[in-house]
């Protein structure tokens, strides 16, 4: 029930919903995400982001998927919305002034698969060392890749 009236609502504002397992599951655009997002927490108690993370199909033109998780302390459900982008995209626009812990899954998606976020100015790696080549979770990244040494720090 929660999820017809939030599809009614927001119609025009995604290109296709579905169900995928008990979750409403929207596909945006780079020029809805933001406004979607803004909305859904604004208007809908969206008040918690789960998770940002991403989907590499290297054979695709839009190579990437990225995959927001999002959820309602009022209604208690979640729900996913799923953006296509292609390898070569500038940037996407970055959530970090709606969800503070943005910050960390943006830079988390920009270390292991190189997508850029928009406007935040802090995509440091976070799980893997300075100096690290390349993105490790691309299903195109070299299994054997040597990395270059760096000093061990104290």
């Not at 970055?94 to 899954?105: D, E, F, M, P, Q």
């Amino acid at each position: 029930m929660v999820y017809e009236k939030l599809k009614s609502e927001l119609t025009g504002q995604y290109q296709r919903a579905w169900d995928s397992f008990g979750m409403l599951v929207l596909d945006v655009s780079l020029e809805q995400l933001l406004p979607l997002v803004n909305r859904l927490k604004d208007d809908f108690s969206f008040d918690l982001l789960l998770d940002i993370t991403a989907v590499d199909y290297p054979e695709r033109e839009l190579r990437f998927d990225l995959v927001y998780h999002l959820f309602s302390s009022e209604s208690r459900k979640r729900i996913r919305l799923k953006l296509c982008i292609a390898e070569d995209e500038s940037q996407v626009p970055t959530v970090t002034r709606l969800y503070g812990s943005a910050n960390y899954l943006e830079r988390e998606v920009h270390e292991m698969y190189g997508v850029r976020f928009a406007d935040n100015d802090d995509l440091r790696p976070i799980l893997l060392y300075e100096g690290f080549e390349g993105h490790p979770l691309r299903k195109d990244y070299p299994m054997d890749l040597e990395q270059p040494l760096v000093d061990y720090r104290k």
